[in-house]
């Protein structure tokens, strides 16, 4: 191992003495597994992510280990784990590798990468993330939970996220948080961790790269691991992130099933205006699941939030009023008097 490789922030739970060398040659990748590669030509992602979120400026011919992963993001790229080590892409800055078969208008093309190798362990055998993951953590009851979910990519999720982390911090509550799909990269769980959370994970904590095209065991395994890890910490209120939409096929699989409903008390709804909300508020309640209020981009705009609230009959909440301890603690009731119901 060269102390010239940069390492990407989805390798952060792998201990770089497990690394024992390269296998190159013939093999099939799997999502998941580390591989170093050679930078080819920078495009889109100019900077990688480290495993402490510094984001190292890249080169051509610089020499980075990331994982292989499938990625889904409207706003950015569709790529898939390819079938061989041949040329793909960094299809994410904090450390993704993957063949992009679909991207934004708006986005420059995808920074080109030469795979060297699989990385291996002494015993000779392909290191994967899912071998590094938390390890569910015995625990008795879980905290309450609440979980935020949205219209889509740049809703408002995450900050929906932090604000009430923020405002249940400032009532006095211990806090975990956790984000629990998405592609990996840092800047949510770190904002999580500013908001006041005391304990902050996310699905690379649990072996996983990205969720993109994960089954609904695997989804649900996430789930289960990150939340039992947050109670065993002593977590009194968890808060949780689910990324993209509602329509998004992970997504719509996860938060539609049963044992998710039996794993919250409460849901927040972002959204970028009023028919997002209305509609995303109707396809949670016909699911039976408890929306305890809305948030998101809309709350930017005042006419926005007026015509929600008249649309949903549902409390509208600004970031502001989400941090505020009295505005967010008064949600645990109202999440247990829907549960109720």
């Known amino acids: 191992m060269s102390n010239d490789w940069k ?30 590669a050679e930078v080819l030509e ?9 495993p402490d979120s ?12 990331v994982c292989y992963g499938n990625r889904y993001a409207p706003d950015q790229f569709e790529g898939h784990v390819p079938a061989d080590l041949s040329e793909c892409d960094l299809v994410a800055a904090g450390g993704v590798a993957a063949r992009v078969t679909a991207c934004h208008r708006r986005m420059d093309p ?53 604000h009430l982390v923020r405002g249940l911090r400032a009532a006095g509550l211990r806090v975990g948080a956790a984000k629990v799909t998405g592609t990996g990269a840092g800047g949510d769980a770190w904002l999580m961790r500013d908001a006041g959370a005391e304990v902050v994970y996310d699905f690379t904590d649990a072996g996983v790269a990205s969720t993109s095209l994960l089954d ?33 096929a992970e997504t719509a699989a996860l938060v539609g099933s049963p044992r998710f409903a039996q794993a919250v008390d409460g849901m927040l709804f972002a959204a970028g205006e009023a028919m997002g909300a209305a509609a995303g508020v109707s396809w949670l309640r016909e699911r039976g699941l408890p929306v305890l209020a809305i948030s998101g981009v809309l709350t930017s705009a005042p ?39």
Do not use: C, W
């Open 110 to 162: 995808p920074t080109r990468i030469a795979p060297v190798g699989l990385l291996h362990d002494h015993a000779g055998q392909r290191i994967n993330l899912r071998d590094h993951g938390l390890t569910p953590a015995p625990y008795a009851g879980r905290p309450t939970t609440i979980a935020v979910v949205g219209t889509s990519m740049n809703s408002g999720k995450t900050t929906t996220t932090a």
């Open 216 to 248: 609904l065991p695997a989804l649900h395994g996430i789930v289960d691991t990150l939340l039992g890890n947050l109670a065993a910490a002593g977590a009194e209120v968890a808060v949780f992130e689910v990324a993209d939409g509602l329509l998004q």
């Open 303 to 341: 006419l926005a939030v007026r015509e929600t609230a008249a649309a949903t009959g549902m409390p509208v909440l600004t970031y502001d009023e989400l941090a505020t301890g009295a505005v967010a603690e008064s949600l645990i009731p109202r999440a247990q008097a829907l549960l109720a119901a």
């Open 54 to 65: 510094r984001r190292a400026s890249l080169f051509a011919g610089d020499q980075i280990v």
């Open 7 to 36: 390492f990407a922030y989805t390798t952060r739970r792998v201990s770089r003495r497990r690394v024992a060398g390269v296998m190159a040659g013939d093999h099939a990748p799997r999502a998941g597994d580390l591989v170093l």
């Open 42 to 50: 920078i495009g889109q992602h100019a900077r990688l992510e480290g």
